[in-house]
């Protein structure tokens, strides 16, 4: 019989070596590069929203989503894949709009207000952090160890808040954008955080320890949304993509301020700080039918770049350096979906944060 479903969310996991999806009727997780679907999860009562993986271990964090949802929108589940079987709930007084997770900590993202929790079969409560109206759920956490970064919107519209886990210290703010933040994400290491705004034209990379801008890249003069942005393990390379079916690569030249930006990002004007904003150094044309695409670089080679579609079109396009002049070539293209599965399009393409 045909599986009638629909994928409701996509992210890969910290290191992007997998990536999970889930959808109407459970979750799938692949492995990033090279492709393999490596765990299936099917129920006939209902959809999974948001699934969140902490590296490659069997722990999961799930919340309910789709018509019906697996579980209420109020609960976050730690899901143990190795046994199949939930470990614990969390219960919430309103709409879970994210989970993150690190080793040691659960943060749970809801409208308003950010909670981080011990991670262990009885999560305290730590901390909990006030930001604007979060309806997509923005929220980036370095999954380092030695640097517990966190960095989410602000209170004020545009505004970005950093914060270092389980330092007691209150969070730090930078003025990214004028207008609401639509997509921000940490680098591996956590030293940069890349924001773009709603607007989706520009994307301005900050340091987090100086709280200062150190590069801005123009993606386009259209508005775009801004779905995926994601470093490579350096950190010298950025790849973003959009609603607008293209995906950019950025080459970082800049991972510190310079004495005249200042230590509390942006001071007056952009333009006079930095100079003008630089384009991309490579541009793929993709095939997404106006549906959501992820993006990020391989963990085989940081010179390779994998773009996932929620219609399930997998691309993985290689770097080709030419004295200088740099293409980029398809390598790898395959529908991700089982033959079994039919994956309907939805009203409303989701933020797949």
């Known amino acids: 019989m045909t599986e009638i479903c629909s994928i409701l969310s996509m ?4 290191d992007g070596g997998c990536f999970v999806c889930g959808t109407s009727s459970g979750f799938i997780i692949y492995n990033t590069d090279p492709l393999r679907e490596k765990q299936r999860i099917t129920w006939k009562d209902g959809g999974i929203g948001c699934a969140e993986m902490l590296f490659r271990c069997s722990h999961l964090a799930l919340v309910g989503g789709g018509v019906p949802a697996r579980y209420p929108v109020n609960k976050v589940i730690i899901w143990n894949g190795a046994t ?12 879970v709009k994210n989970v993150k997770l690190r080793k040691d900590r659960i943060v749970v993202v809801l409208e308003s207000l950010i909670k981080v929790f011990t991670f262990d079969m009885n999560p305290l409560e730590q901390e909990r952090y006030e930001s604007c109206l979060n309806p997509h759920g923005l929220c980036s956490v370095c999954a380092m160890e030695a640097n517990p970064i966190m960095v989410y919107p602000g209170p004020k519209i545009g505004q970005l808040a950093v914060a270092s886990l389980g330092s007691g210290m209150p969070a730090e703010y930078i003025s990214a954008h004028e207008g609401n933040l639509f997509c921000i994400s940490l680098s591996k290491k956590g030293d940069l955080v890349a924001t773009a705004s709603e ?26 949304l801004i779905y995926s942005i994601n470093f490579n393990q350096p950190g010298n390379l950025v790849c973003v993509s959009s609603d607008r079916g293209t995906l950019h690569v950025f080459n970082l030249k800049n991972s510190t301020p310079s004495s005249s930006s200042g230590r509390h ?65 398809r390598d790898f293209s395959e529908n991700i979906l089982s033959p079994r599965d039919v994956f309907t399009s939805f009203p409303q393409a989701p933020s797949p944060r």
């Open 11 to 14: 992210r890969f996991n910290q």
């Open 265 to 329: 990002g942006r001071t007056g004007s952009i333009s006079k700080r930095l100079g003008q904003a630089r384009t991309s150094c490579g541009r793929i044309e993709l095939k997404s039918g106006g549906l959501p695409v992820l993006s990020a670089f391989s963990t085989l080679d940081d010179k390779s770049v994998v773009a996932i579609s929620l219609s399930g079109e997998y691309n993985k396009f290689v770097a080709n350096d030419n004295e200088g002049n740099i293409t980029w070539t």
């Open 199 to 224: 607007k989706g034209t520009l994307i301005r990379i900050f340091n987090t320890h100086y709280k200062a801008q150190v590069e801005e890249f123009r993606r386009g003069t259209q508005p775009a």
């Open 84 to 95: 199949q079987s939930e470990l614990f709930e969390m219960d919430f007084s309103s709409q």
